[in-house]
């Protein structure tokens, strides 16, 4: 599976862009780099989406299991094949991440 780059960042952005503060609140003062604070805050929210969509594949497959007639196997398969791409992605950003902070840490100072 290959995830296009330019998609994914653009996504990281407008999800940046969701969490950045209004300008009119004052910011705690002892904040020394806002951007790793975005930062942090966009990535729990990432890795919080993925597990919310794993949480409901598992949740759906359970009461197909059981009998739950409300749901189909297509639907439950959905929520199922949804719930592993989102971890696929997630495991890819967390490589490239891994390879561009060893990558920083090779370079001479």
């Not at 998609?7 to 003062?29: A, C, F, H, V």
């Not at 969509?53 to 059981?66: G, H, I, V």
């Not at 390879?99 to 090779?106: G, L, Q, R, S, V």
Request: net charge negative.
């Amino acid at each position: 599976m290959d995830v296009k780059a330019n998609s994914l960042y653009q996504e990281m952005q407008s999800m940046i862009g969701q969490t950045r503060m209004p300008s009119n609140e004052l910011q705690p003062s002892n904040e020394i780099n806002p951007s790793a604070s975005d930062f942090s805050t966009m990535l729990k929210q990432a890795v919080d989406g993925v597990n919310g969509m794993q949480l409901e594949s598992k949740d759906a497959q359970q009461r197909f299991e059981m009998g739950d007639q409300s749901l189909s196997l297509a639907e439950v398969m959905l929520t199922k094949e949804k719930a592993g791409i989102a971890f696929e992605a997630t495991v890819q950003v967390r490589n490239k991440v891994l390879e561009a902070y060893k990558t920083i840490m090779n370079m001479p100072v």
